[in-house]
């Protein structure tokens, strides 16, 4: 059920985390302008107003009253990466992983990305919405409001369309939100198979402008896609990377980039020097590549749960990128590959344990940090006016049972862009 279209006072909030004042760089990690005894006040798909129970019920006697009964009240989570279109599965690969073959070894003999390449290919639109809807689902139930979404499973023209193609269908579904990426430089695609030169010149001179001219007919009035690479030994080096970058900046694309994952290409300092939104993984980077970043507005988007499912024992080293003075984010790397993990709740336990972040820091990481990682913050992230109403009432009475309390659903509901949502 769901109130719509009127005024919406959320009241009684025990902690109220606004997260206030922009994204976090450095030590101000984990800021969350804590407000005791508040509520908020939601008109249609905004906040209007932030401020205490007593003041805002006396200063809105009209307004339709939720009782958040103590809960602690917070900015939807933002999970600014991941790869929510396929079709299929591998659990077969979890298994064969588990025996001693390595991701890179997998994916060198065919399978990884290229095995769902073939399941996404042969797929219709249909069955593309339908199993990535069950996914989003279960996000949105988990407490993600906004989930960028990538291509990456088609690297031929048609299947990258029909990704994006699903992706516009499941935005229209709601009420999860899907911010849209083209990643057609995933891997290097059988037709290409051994020849990554070429497929980065049909990238340059035929995808991406096929890409730009289908978006540009039939999402006339959403901005461009983020374009994102996999720079990556075994995927697209650093020169590779760079060509398909400028030509995509050149199109007007926003960038984004997968660096590190496994080894140290130096991705994350061409991300900063483009203006690239995100580098995302930064397990393996330099410290000179992390120094490069904290001093551009890109932001590190760190992915825990990528390392936890592939049973690594590397993570990304958040407290140097803090020390650098860098803006950190989190996301969940949702793939069917190497982390099939819906939940940003989980995402925030892990990043605690093994990434020695407090729960207030990991917070901030996935909701202000996570917004400027998809350039949102001005619209999620944070409770504030004029913001998107999309928020979570969570069933526990401190902000630090997220991160201690994990496998179980803290979520018992969502305001989405003002729509009220009971979970469970
Ligand atoms: O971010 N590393 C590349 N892409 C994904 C994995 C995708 C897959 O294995 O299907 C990642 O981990
Ligand atoms: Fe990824």
């Known amino acids: 059920f769901y109130y719509n279209g009127f005024m919406i006072l959320l009241h009684n909030i025990s902690q109220l985390l606004t997260l206030s004042g922009g994204p976090q760089r ?6 969350l302008s ?21 003041d805002l019920l006396s200063a809105y006697p009209s ?54 390449l073939k399941a996404t290919r042969a797929a219709s639109l249909e069955q593309l919405v339908e199993q990535s809807h ?32 699903a992706i516009l269908e499941l935005n229209k579904m709601g009420p999860l939100q899907l911010i849209p990426t083209f990643m057609g430089a995933h891997a290097i695609p059988p037709e290409f198979k051994g020849d990554a030169p070429g497929y980065t010149r049909f990238l340059c001179k035929e995808a991406l402008p096929a890409v730009k001219s289908w978006w540009q007919e039939h999402a006339p ?34 960038l984004k980039l997968h660096v590190d994952e496994f080894e140290n290409l130096g991705g994350a300092s061409l991300a900063a020097e483009l203006g690239a939104a995100s580098a995302d993984h930064m397990v393996k980077t330099s410290l000179e590549d992390i120094q490069q970043m904290a001093d551009s507005d890109t932001v590190a988007v760190s992915l825990p749960g990528t390392p936890f499912g592939l049973a ?14 860098g803006l950190l984010a989190l996301a969940s790397d949702l793939n069917p590959g190497t982390t099939w993990n819906e939940s940003m709740q989980f995402i925030i336990a892990l990043a605690c344990r093994y990434m020695g972040l407090t729960p207030a820091q990991a917070i901030a990481a996935v909701t202000i940090n996570a917004a400027a990682a998809i350039q949102l913050e001005d619209q ?13 009432v969570l069933n526990m009475p401190d902000y630090r049972h997220l991160g201690y309390r994990y496998g179980t659903n803290l979520v018992s509901y969502i305001f989405k862009r003002g729509k009220l949502f009971s979970i469970g």
């Open 63 to 116: 307004a339709e009253l939720f009782d958040a009964h103590g809960c602690v009240v917070m900015p939807g989570f933002v999970d600014p990466h991941t790869h929510l279109v396929w079709a299929g599965d591998r659990a077969a690969e979890f298994e064969l992983r588990l025996q001693g073959k390595t991701y890179m070894e997998i994916m060198a003999a065919g399978g990884g990305i290229l095995s769902t």
């Open 26 to 31: 450095g030590h101000a990690l984990g800021n």
């Open 221 to 254: 009035h959403q901005s461009l896609p983020f374009v994102d690479v996999f720079c990556e030994v075994g995927a697209f080096d650093l020169a590779q990377t760079r060509t398909i970058l400028e030509r995509s900046q050149l199109l007007g694309f926003p």
């Open 380 to 392: 999620v992230g944070s409770i504030e006016a004029g913001k998107q109403a999309d928020l979570l």
């Open 134 to 165: 069950q996914r989003a689902m279960q996000a949105f139930n988990y407490g993600t409001t906004t989930l960028e979404a990538k291509t990456g499973y088609g690297l031929d023209i048609e299947t990258e369309i029909k990704q994006l193609q």
């Open 34 to 54: 804590i407000m005791p005894d508040a509520a908020v006040l939601i008109d249609g798909e905004r906040i209007t107003a932030v401020g205490s129970s007593a």
């Open 312 to 325: 690594q024992n590397q993570y990304t080293p958040a407290k140097a990128i803090i020390e650098a003075d």
